[in-house]
């Protein structure tokens, strides 16, 4: 079992370097993008120069909460050369698109609470019980003495409430609650959030539910719900992956249901989200098919189409219910 390096070896790596290169995992969700941003104002702020690649556009949802005066780097093929690099939100190198090779050329920070994380950084400071990524540069932040400004403080409840579902999921704790009452108390606007989350929906995305909803499958004794999304949904609401987001709670969030599935056709491939309640590790069942994230949340990506991928993940997860 690898273990994390020590907090002051973290710290010097911090403080023994000017520039740095911040990285996440490819489909960039809330934790993510706030965890890159707010670690990116804490670090601006101690004059550190830094940089946040991305790969791909960044979902809708989430542009209301970029930050105009941070510096982005859009990488397809280069990758900047910076000679030190944090990975965060990330588990394993193989999460970072375009930006896979990145080991060859930098020195990697990995910063992540997924429990999975294979280690894979120089350092490492991998946390499975947080409840999400900016929790962890939260308390690092505080440990080290770092500046938490407004702007700082923003971002990581962005990555806070993400990763809870609002505070709805099981990993909500006191320690969160807490974390985030600091974060309120340091400038952080809670109900801004959550107005940008969830009640700025563009008509299109509705649409998409509407389409999605109207094929919900309940089987295996009513524990399994699966959605499915094809390119032609897409095409007729005129919306993209990206505006898939959350909903494969909806299946998740039936009575009866253990595991909820949402499968969206794209790019030759099959996008399968797992979502659990009370008991099955979808995390076990998305490592099966080459993913992975955590037990009750978990992803991964299959080539094929609709049908013959549907068949076999949930011949796999009735194994699990
Ligand atoms: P989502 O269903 O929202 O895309 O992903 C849920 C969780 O599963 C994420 O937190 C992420 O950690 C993990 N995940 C999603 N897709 C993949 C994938 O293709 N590979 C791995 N390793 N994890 C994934
Ligand atoms: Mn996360």
């Not at 649409?207 to 390119?231: M, N, Q």
Request: include cysteine; proline fraction near 3%; glycine fraction near 6%.
């Amino acid at each position: 079992m690898p273990v994390n390096n020590n907090l002051s070896e973290i710290e010097s790596f911090i403080q023994n370097n000017n520039e740095f290169l911040l990285l996440g995992h490819e489909n960039i969700d809330g934790d993510c993008l706030g965890s890159l941003q707010g670690l990116a104002y804490i670090l601006a702020e101690m004059d550190k120069d830094i940089t946040i690649g991305y790969y791909q556009a960044l979902p809708d949802i989430l542009q209301f909460a970029v930050a105009e005066d941070l510096r982005f780097s859009l990488i397809e093929d280069e990758i900047p050369d910076i000679s030190q690099v944090i990975v965060l939100d990330s588990s394993g190198i193989d999460r970072l698109g375009p930006a896979v090779d990145i080991s060859q050329q930098a020195e990697i920070l990995n910063i992540d609470h997924h429990e999975d994380n294979n280690f894979y950084g120089d350092l490492n400071y991998i946390s499975p019980a947080a409840a999400a990524t900016g929790t962890i540069i939260y308390n690092l932040a505080r440990e080290f003495n770092w500046p938490i400004t407004d702007r700082a403080a923003q971002n990581l409840v962005l990555a806070i409430v993400s990763d809870t579902g609002f505070f709805r999921y099981s990993n909500t704790d006191a320690q969160t609650l807490a974390t985030v009452k600091e974060l309120m108390e340091l400038g952080a606007d809670l109900h801004k959030i959550n107005r940008a989350l969830y009640s700025q929906n563009k008509p299109e995305r509705m649409r998409l539910l509407g389409r999605t909803l109207s094929k919900l499958e309940i089987i295996a004794a009513r524990k399994v719900a699966c959605l499915y999304i094809d390119e032609e949904d897409y095409q007729q609401t005129g919306t993209t992956p990206q505006d898939n987001e959350g909903f494969v709670n909806y299946a998740r969030d039936i009575a009866d249901v253990e595991v909820g599935i949402l499968f969206s056709r794209e790019n030759n491939q099959v996008k399968v989200s797992f979502r659990s309640n009370n008991y099955v590790k979808v995390n076990e069942i998305a490592a099966e098919f080459g993913g992975g994230g955590h037990p009750r949340a978990a992803g991964c990506k299959i080539t094929g189409g609709l049908t013959e991928v549907s068949k076999k993940v949930i011949a796999e997860v009735k194994n699990h219910v």
